[in-house]
């Protein structure tokens, strides 16, 4: 087949886009063409890296995968306006630079998040005369609504006009948690239209090791918290700042961040205010690293805004924290992540403004009244079995050869 997949977030950006370029490069394994419609690199921070600077259209060869990088107006993700304006350029920027594409198409894939990519998909299926497919990470504009990034407006409702008709319009749909397999459901897609392809986790997060990480940032000793991502509005970390500040005297226990976005600086506000020494943001870091801070660490931690639609959402990352064979503490009382930590092993959960109790798990793992290491190789058990990312690319591609 060949496949034309649209998607505004690519590598070499951080983050979910990842699973993305890894399915399209085992699509190339299979024998298939793929080409990917793209923007140049800007995410999160707005900054584009200088082999990409100046430049209308760029075309790239990434493992096989050929990837044509269009313009837009980079933008910050602490910047919402400027954000949607850099949107708006790629729907621009993509459909003119979209006629450089030449040769036809089996499918256009549209990737969405951002709401933008269906439209172009839907266009560009027209113009190629190819099968459309959507590939569904997040809901939106439904789930901005949720967590309060985007108020209920006129605005809003008609994204999701729009988006629902993009759902019918599309001869399939992949989408990333069962929360939304049974979204979709409700507004009128029928089953047999949609397949659930969870993210999973590529192979180093298994089998890295720690790289000397402990020695490099002073760790050695510590009894290490760790939360690894985005740094954003879907996430209640300031739970995790304030267990920090009722835990300020076991002098052995570490938090760390590792990751940037909007909430950093209210974070290390609430740092500084508290005057915590326990608490070390380390910024971004190169996507090889990560697997090395998630292995150095004695706890991985992730913490959802108790909103409806977190429910039916499961972090792209909660698949490489259990490759890594550490405990893990949820913030949410209920949902998808949950049960599938409980299938793997158990939950440790603690709601998402619940300090108290992160402090009481945070206490007996350190002094090992709950089994830390034990509990870690069963998530890592549990995830080699299921959610090996070329298990779930797999399922991907049989999907999309299905008529």
Known sequence: MRILIV???????????RRLFEFARYFVRQGNEVSVLTAVPNYPDGIVPKKYQGKFFQVEDMEGVKVYRSWVLPAPNSNPGKRMIGFVTFLITSLINSFRIKGKFDIVLASTPPVNTPLIGWILSKIKRARF????????????????????????????????SMYRRAEKIVVATEGINTYLKTIGIPSKNIATVLSGFSEEFATSDQNGIRTEFGWRDKFLILYSGTLGWAHKLETVVEAARRLAEH??????????????????????????????????????????????????????????????????KLFEYMASGRPILF???????????????????????????????????????????????KYHDHANRFHRRDRWAKEYLTFLESR
């Open 7 to 17: 998607a505004q977030h690519f590598p070499p950006e951080k983050g979910a886009v």
């Open 133 to 164: 497919v959507i590939e569904v990470r997040d809901l939106q504009p439904e789930s901005s609504e949720d967590f309060g990034n985007l108020k209920p407006s006129l605005f809003t409702r008609a994204l999701k006009l729009m988006m629902h």
């Open 251 to 316: 002098q052995d226990i570490q938090f760390v961040f590792v990751g940037d976005g909007e909430k950093r600086s209210v974070l290390e506000n609430m740092t500084q205010e508290y005057n915590l020494n326990n608490i070390r943001f380390v910024g971004s870091q190169p996507l090889e690293k990560i697997p090395y801070f998630l292995k150095a660490s004695d706890v991985l931690i992730e913490s959802l805004r108790e909103v409806p639609i977190s429910r039916g959402t499961i972090p792209a």
């Open 331 to 377: 913030g949410s009382h209920d949902g998808e992540a949950i049960r599938e930590l409980e299938a793997a092993g158990g939950a440790l959960a603690f709601t998402s403004d619940g300090a108290d109790k992160l402090c009481e798990l945070i206490l007996k793992l350190r002094d090992g009244r709950i089994d830390g290491c034990t509990l870690g190789q």
